[in-house]
Each structure stands twice: as C-alpha cells, then as structure tokens.
C-alpha cells in the first residue's frame, strides 16, 4: 500500500470525522487552496479541483456544459472554527517531545484503545520522536492551530451531487484526466486549512518503525507565527513536511 494510502485509512480510522486526510494537502495552484463547494478528484494524496459549484459560470476558467451554481437556501451556510495544533496520532503511534535545555518532556503512553493529543507550549525548538508498534501508522503534526470551514447545507450538496454526477464525470472524463468512476469524484463539503505541517506513514512490514523532526514556532509582537522545520528522518517510513514561514493570526492558511 502507498504512503498516501496509508496515512488516508490511519487516519480514517482514528479520525472519521474529518473526512479524508490528504497526503499532500498544498494547493494544485499556489492561489488556489481547497475551499468548500469544490469538485475534483484525489491522485495520489492529493486534491485536483475542476471548478467550485458555488461560483458563478463567469467567475471559472472552465466549467461542464449546462453548467449552473448550487446555491443554498440557508445564507451564509459555511461555518468556521480552529482545528488545535497538536500531534494526531493513529492507534499504535506513540509520541515523546522534548524542548531545548530539557524545559519540558511530554511523554505519549501508547494504548490501542483510545487517542492522545499533545498541545504544545511555542518558541523553544522542540524535536518529537514517533514511534509505530502496530503493523502500519500515521501521524500528522500542526505546529499551528488549523482553521476549519464546513457547509451547514448538508442535505442541499448531497442532493445537488446525486443531481449532477453524470454531467461532472463526463466533464472531467472530456479533459482527459484519468477519472474513470462517479466514486473518483468529490464535492467538498468541510476542509481543515493550515500553512504548515508534518505527515508521517509508517509503511506495512517493518516491526518498530520509528522516526523523529525538528521544529520551532515563535510568536512575533505583531500577532503573525514563524514556523521553523529542520529536516527529519524515518525508519521503516515516509514523512512530508508543510512549508514554513510567518502565518499571521486570523488568516484563511493556504493548504
């Protein structure tokens, strides 16, 4: 199984629902992060949008044929909170952090049943260690608190997918692009946005896989965050880093 794979059902499983963990969660276009109302389709660990059901025709480079804007009768519809920084882990993942000059120590008791989150104090460099004792794992870290969007009109998107899903997949089956099945298609109903993080999938076949990651988040007067990462390793996995950067506070963070 592929790494995107994998941290997809380990998280899927822990966290079903946040909907599916992408691996590879930045934009296809640097300008362009997920938002709700987008439908495309998932290669890879990542998210391709064709166009947003929610913007008018004239607004998008390319739309279906017939095209027309779903528009709900509950305005506004889409609500916002914060996603906590934090490490979430997969059953069997463990976690141990330690800062700098030994401040602080968080140690993370692996028990198959039930999921542990870490909230972390900011601005001493911090390196975490992971370790998998299960047959596969996934791990995925947010230095900083993630902005979540999700549409209150539930019912109004699944109906209006069941309405055009025929007319969406011949669209994207015309543009070439390998979507073959209805299922391939999304609509997006909810995201968690953030600038930075750490993805990690523990690969199927080695017995204590382990790794571990540097970084540092520091807070600036001017309210924005610097996230600082340097370069990590795994044994027995794959891990991807975010980019890195000031991300200022009250912002809609890039994917």
Same mark, same amino acid.
């Given at each position: 199984?592929?790494?995107?794979? #994998?941290?997809?059902?380990?998280?899927? #499983?822990?966290? $079903? @629902?946040?909907?599916?963990? &992408?691996w590879d969660p930045g934009p296809w276009? $640097?300008?362009?992060?997920?938002?709700?109302?987008?439908?495309?389709?998932?290669?890879?660990? @990542?998210?391709?949008? &064709?166009?947003?059901?929610?913007? $008018?025709?004239?607004?998008?480079?390319?739309?279906? =044929?017939?095209?027309?804007?779903?528009?709900?009768?509950?305005?506004?519809?889409?609500?916002?909170?914060?996603?906590?920084?934090?490490h979430y882990c997969s059953v069997g993942?463990?976690?141990?952090? =330690?800062?700098?000059?030994?401040?602080?120590?968080?140690?993370?008791?692996?028990?198959?049943?039930?999921?542990?989150?870490?909230?972390?104090?900011?601005?001493?460099?911090? =390196?975490?260690?992971?370790?998998?004792?299960?047959?596969? +794992?996934?791990?995925?870290? /947010?230095?900083?608190?993630?902005?979540?969007?999700? !549409?209150?009109?539930?019912?109004?998107?699944?109906?209006?997918?069941?309405?055009? #899903?025929?007319?969406? /997949?011949?669209?994207?089956?015309?543009?070439?692009?390998?979507?073959?099945?209805? =299922?391939?298609?999304?609509?997006? !109903?909810?995201?968690?946005?953030?600038?930075?993080? !750490?993805?990690?999938?523990?690969?199927?076949?080695?017995?204590?896989? @382990? +790794?571990?990651?540097?970084?540092?988040?520091?807070?600036?007067?001017?309210?924005?965050?610097?996230?600082?990462?340097?370069?990590?390793?795994?044994?027995?996995?794959? &891990?991807?880093?975010?980019?890195?950067? @000031?991300?200022?506070?009250?912002?809609?963070?890039?994917?």
């Amino acid at each position: 199984m592929a790494d995107y794979d #994998i941290f997809r059902e380990q998280m899927g #499983i822990m966290f $079903p @629902k946040y909907g599916h963990a &992408l691996w590879d969660p930045g934009p296809w276009k $640097p300008d362009s992060p997920v938002k709700v109302g987008d439908v495309g389709f998932i290669r890879m660990g @990542k998210f391709h949008c &064709l166009f947003n059901a929610l913007y $008018p025709k004239d607004e998008q480079a390319n739309v279906p =044929e017939g095209y027309e804007p779903l528009v709900p009768k509950s305005s506004p519809h889409i609500t916002q909170r914060s996603l906590n920084s934090g490490h979430y882990c997969s059953v069997g993942v463990g976690v141990n952090v =330690e800062q700098d000059m030994h401040l602080a120590k968080y140690l993370q008791v692996v028990i198959p049943a039930f999921h542990r989150l870490y909230c972390l104090s900011p601005d001493d460099p911090r =390196e975490v260690s992971v370790k998998c004792s299960g047959r596969r +794992g996934a791990l995925l870290s /947010l230095p900083v608190n993630a902005r979540r969007e999700d !549409t209150l009109a539930q019912n109004a998107f699944g109906e209006w997918i069941v309405k055009h #899903i025929n007319q969406w /997949l011949a669209f994207a089956q015309e543009l070439q692009l390998g979507v073959e099945h209805m =299922e391939d298609i999304i609509l997006v !109903t909810g995201c968690d946005r953030t600038r930075s993080w !750490t993805n990690i999938a523990f690969l199927e076949g080695r017995v204590d896989a @382990k +790794g571990s990651f540097r970084e540092k988040v520091v807070e600036h007067a001017d309210g924005s965050v610097e996230v600082q990462y340097s370069s990590g390793h795994v044994a027995g996995g794959v &891990l991807s880093h975010g980019s890195q950067g @000031k991300v200022r506070r009250g912002t809609v963070y890039e994917c």
